[in-house]
């Protein structure tokens, strides 16, 4: 399929609009759901369209008050236009508050029907604990779009901002990442919720939902579920993330990718080596041929390079990798591993990592940043300006900051896969390496993937609520698989 260049700039754009910051594969930035006519015509649209030319939305020049006009204007008497009496000067400082509703001659509601009789502080309190147990801060979530349901089936998956769905027995939950989760509080009382065991575990640990909801799968092991078989696969994209394999009564299949990245593995699954999808809900993240990602392990090796070689001209330098709530945790391992040193992170993070039951990671965390060369930081700190305030709490052993952004973000075209030829940031005692280490599928892995499986249906999970991007990724679906 080709596209050309300048399709290519417009095509999709990235998962939550061009522009992503730390959150960018967590998903703290959402967008609405939306129907086919996303595009609402009116002032709004037009002024955006104008850029800084507002002159399109000018009606009529005779409209428009003339500079010698202007000059003579003077302002109105409002008392006059009300209709009301202007007070003396004398009486001004006697004035009391006048009682609107009389001035304006309307029925001053009583009491029992005002909106402002809502403002008690009882009343308001229960309002402000409804917004925070709400996703919107409202008590009508929108309805359930389509894509988030599996028919034939009482389930739903990643869909707990939409509150209770009706007709849903069974919320399924991909990994705990806040895109996928948003919505569950430990007031969540609408329905089981299914997951893996370590996502059942950050359930509880972060957002303190109610156990009794909770209810953990294993791996590779099939679940019986109102009738219907469901295998939990390994996802390749954070800690517990998973793909869910559904097989209902009739034999159909769906299997829902969640956030995933492809491999070759995958393609060894028993469910999925010569066995029938009927339907793939997928991941189309970075469903855009702009996107061939090098692997993984082609961007860990190359991180541990670039570290060595920094440390042998700068030794008295500080290690800093970008992470997320969870994910990212093999770069920092792998710079670890390379060095033979412990990782620092805050207690927060310690506490979420030693929940993995993962022994290299809890046997190599500190407590004391002073202690080790390599701590993790939020994504959004790598900035220089924050890891300049972030090295004057160490200056005292280190001299320079070394940092890692590890997101398919930072992917280039023109770097490719061609590693060395990424120019980091570089500003005083600061460098700041973008890599594009990605737990999503890059264009060229979702196309193997899709050839792979070869369903019959393919949904797209990402950047699907524009009509036109869905098209393209669906002319896209049709010729991976005509070959």
């Known amino acids: 399929m080709d596209f050309s260049d300048e399709e290519d700039e417009d095509w999709f754009g990235s998962r939550f609009n061009d522009g992503v910051n730390e959150e960018e594969e967590e998903g703290f930035v959402f967008y609405d759901d939306v129907g086919e006519n996303e595009e609402e015509e009116g002032f709004a649209s037009d002024f955006y369209k104008a850029g800084s030319d507002w002159s399109c939305l000018v009606e009529d020049e005779e409209t428009v008050c003339s500079s010698e006009k ?78 988030k349901k599996l028919p034939g089936t009482p389930f739903t998956v990643d869909a707990f901002r939409y509150g209770c769905v009706q007709g849903c027995s069974a919320y399924f939950l991909t990994h705990f990442h806040a895109d996928h989760y948003i919505g569950l509080t430990k007031a969540w009382s609408h329905g089981p919720i299914y997951c893996s065991s370590l996502t059942s575990r950050l359930l509880r640990l972060s957002l303190s939902v109610d156990p009794s909801f909770i209810h953990p799968l294993e791996l590779d092991v099939e679940y019986t579920i109102n009738g219907i078989k469901v295998t939990l ?82 030794p008295k330098t500080l290690i800093v990798v970008g992470s997320y709530s969870i994910g990212k945790e093999c770069v920092y ?95 005083g005692k600061i460098t700041i390496y973008g890599v594009p280490y990605s737990e999503h599928s890059s264009f060229t892995e979702l196309r193997e993937f899709v050839q792979f499986l070869r369903p019959d249906k393919i949904i797209p999970t990402v950047n699907n609520a524009n009509a036109g991007t869905r098209e393209k990724m669906q002319s896209c679906f049709r010729e991976w698989l005509r070959r």
């Open 70 to 147: 202007n000059k003579k204007m003077k302002q109105a008497n409002l008392f006059q236009i009300w209709g009301l009496q202007e007070n003396s000067p004398d009486t001004t400082k006697k004035m009391k508050q006048t009682d609107l509703f009389q001035s304006w001659g309307l029925q001053k509601p009583s009491p029992f029907t005002s909106p402002a009789s809502n403002s008690s502080k009882k009343t308001t309190s229960a309002l402000g604990k409804r917004r925070r147990d709400s996703s919107f801060g409202n008590d009508s979530p929108r309805p359930c779009p389509f894509y």
């Open 233 to 314: 696969i390994e996802a390749n994209h954070c800690p517990g993330a998973a793909l869910i394999h559904f097989r209902l009564l009739d034999g159909t299949c769906y299997l829902h990718t969640g956030d995933f990245r492809a491999s070759k593995k995958m393609q060894t699954h028993p469910l999925l080596f010569n066995q029938r999808v009927h339907v793939l809900y997928l991941d189309t993240t970075y469903c855009n041929p702009r996107y061939k990602f090098p692997s993984k392990e082609d961007v860990l090796s190359y991180v541990v390079r670039i570290t060595k070689d920094f440390l042998r001209k700068q």
């Open 333 to 427: 391992l792998a710079i670890a591993k390379a060095l033979g040193v412990k990782i620092f992170a805050n207690a927060s993070r310690r506490r979420i990592l030693q929940s993995f039951g993962w022994d290299d990671i809890s046997k190599n965390l500190s407590t004391d940043g002073k202690a080790t060369c390599l701590h993790v930081l939020p994504m959004s700190s790598l900035k220089v300006e924050r890891l300049d305030e972030h090295l004057k709490v160490y200056r005292e052993q280190y001299g320079a900051v070394l940092a890692f952004r590890p997101t398919g973000w930072t992917y280039s075209e023109k770097i490719g896969e061609h590693l060395d030829l990424i120019k980091p940031t570089c500003k």
